[in-house]
């Protein structure tokens, strides 16, 4: 892919194991014990395998399992590090914290959805705050239906150790991928190219999803007119002001966003 017409934006760095091609890897996340020593230092890695939680720390050389029972059973679907904690997603709905240590766990539950279905993706905003984006499927008849998919986005309160509903993320845009979600500011897009806030919300902050199985697709925004009265407004939903084409997902994440008529 020619990338000479393409305005690129660095959104962070990502840990990748070398040399494991076991088909139930996940992901691997990367602790240094020496934060404010400008690098180097002790270390804590965390390996996540389908149904293992492997620990590997600098100053014992070696691998050892981190046993998530009695609190769950399920197998975790993503890690973060985020103020010098571990935290885990489980495909059981399941969200734990763990210090780096691993002398305590932490559960955070994400609020209640009566009659729903529901995946979740963390987003870290910088050091600052980490968000949990919940995609919501409510069920209509115990079928679960795709065309009223709904967002509910929350941030995490480190202190209180509980998920706040927000409606505001500023001028944040979310890009969430198969390999991992990132955050960044709209202003670092080029001018015009439709990232950008509306009257009604400021744009307080747009969502895109890169990794559906199709390669069109919309931003989220909070608060979207659908024209249904039965329709709720206080959620994020897909807006058609502009249409976003996935061309790309590797190495790099290509879109190309075009105004809707």
């Given at each position: 892919m020619k990338m000479n017409d393409c305005q690129i934006l660095p959104l962070g760095h990502q840990y990748r194991m070398i040399g494991c091609n076991a088909k139930e890897y996940i992901n691997v996340v990367v602790l240094p014990l020496n934060q404010e020593g400008g690098g180097g230092g002790d270390?804590?890695?965390?390996?996540?395998?389908?149904?293992v939680l492997l620990v590997y720390r600098s100053t014992e050389m070696r691998w050892r399992?981190?046993?998530t029972q009695p609190f769950t059973t399920a197998t975790c679907e993503e890690l973060f590090t985020f103020r010098g904690k571990f935290y885990a997603i489980?495909?059981?709905g399941d969200f734990f914290a763990f210090d780096p240590h691993f002398l305590g766990l932490t559960t955070l539950k994400p609020l209640e959805l009566?009659?729903?279905?529901?995946?979740?993706?963390?987003?870290?905003?910088g050091d600052d705050e980490l968000f949990l984006v919940e995609t919501i499927i409510p069920r209509n008849d115990d079928v679960l239906s795709?065309?009223?998919?709904?967002?509910?986005?929350?941030?995490?309160?480190?202190?209180a150790g509980q998920w706040v509903v927000v409606t505001d993320i500023g001028d944040r845009v979310f890009?969430?991928?198969?390999f991992g979600s990132v955050s960044c500011s709209a202003k670092e897009f080029p001018e015009g190219c439709g990232v950008s806030g509306n009257s009604i919300l400021k744009l307080c902050g747009s969502i895109l999803y890169t990794h559906m199985p199709w390669n069109e697709?919309?931003?989220y925004k909070y608060g979207v007119e659908t024209g249904r009265e039965e329709d709720d407004l206080n959620c994020w939903r897909f807006s058609r002001e502009n249409l976003v084409t996935i061309l790309s997902t590797s190495p790099v994440v290509a879109l190309r966003v075009e105004?809707?008529?």
């Open positions: 270390f804590v890695v965390l390996l996540n395998f389908t149904k399992r981190l046993h489980f495909i059981s009566p009659n729903c279905g529901s995946c979740n993706d963390l987003v870290q905003s795709f065309n009223r998919l709904t967002l509910r986005v929350c941030r995490l309160d480190v202190e890009i969430i991928g198969e697709t919309y931003f105004r809707c008529v």
